[in-house]
């Protein structure tokens, strides 16, 4: 079993720039987030992995999500809420009110 608490090092990176850090597992950025967003991408792959990796970054980082797979559907908990992931990417708001931001590209500009 993986541990929970540090992200893994097997074809992952962390890149801080511009104020904006960076987890890239292969070549997705599958964790990105700043001061007022929080970006998870899963790039289309879906993988116990990639999902590990997210979960070991929000821990490392103390970003307070978990992303979690229930009937082979992908959820984010964040501040008491659950949300379905859509779409490989979701978006989550670091400031006042949790609910997704629509422009989950916003730390790719």
Not at 1 to 10: D, E, N, V, W
Not at 37 to 64: A, C, D, P, W
Request: aromatic share 12%; charged share 20%.
């Amino acid at each position: 079993m993986s541990q929970q608490y540090k992200i893994g090092t097997h074809k992952t990176t962390i890149a801080t720039e511009n104020g904006i850090t960076r987890v890239t597992y292969h070549q997705t950025n599958i964790v990105s987030f700043n001061e007022h967003y929080i970006v998870l991408n899963t790039g289309g792959y879906s993988s116990n992995t990639t999902k590990t990796r997210m979960n070991q970054t929000s821990h490392q980082f103390e970003l307070g999500y978990g992303v979690y797979q229930k009937n082979f559907e992908w959820f984010v908990e964040y501040r008491g809420n659950t949300y379905k992931y859509e779409n490989n990417k979701i978006g989550l708001s670091r400031k006042d009110n949790p609910i997704l931001d629509t422009d989950c590209d916003v730390l790719e500009k």
